[in-house]
């Protein structure tokens, strides 16, 4: 998956049109309808993968998300960054008073309230 963009929509072709594949489903994707018609620009992908977990239940290949899971209740989400994770097992936490798992990459951390 390619994070560059050309700058110049006239020099923008098939080839400068970053992918994303999903194994699961067998099929890769252009961003161009990212691009093009919702316009969301560097986060092409980003939108891309969020999509594609909201309609098949799974994230494309090489998209990892930050899951944040309370350890005492069923509430948990996940996230394609550490910023909003970390922030939704602060305030699980703090509302709580729940601790919360913030898994990535295999790495573990947890979140305890205060």
């Not at 700058?7 to 992918?19: A, G, K, L, R």
């Not at 005492?72 to 729940?98: K, M, S, V």
Request: some cysteine; aromatic content about 8%; glycine content about 4%.
């Amino acid at each position: 998956m390619s994070d560059e963009f050309s700058q110049n929509p006239e020099d923008e072709t098939d080839e400068n049109v970053p992918t994303i594949s999903c194994s699961r489903c067998g099929r890769e994707w252009d961003l161009s309808y990212e691009l093009d018609d919702l316009q969301v620009g560097n986060q092409s992908a980003e939108q891309f993968a969020l999509d594609h977990m909201r309609h098949t239940g799974h994230f494309p290949d090489s998209v990892t998300p930050w899951v944040a899971r309370c350890r005492q209740c069923p509430d948990g989400d996940e996230f394609l960054t550490e910023r909003p994770a970390q922030r939704w097992a602060e305030i699980h936490a703090r509302h709580t008073r729940h601790t919360v798992a913030l898994t990535h990459n295999d790495e573990q951390t947890t979140v305890d309230p205060e």
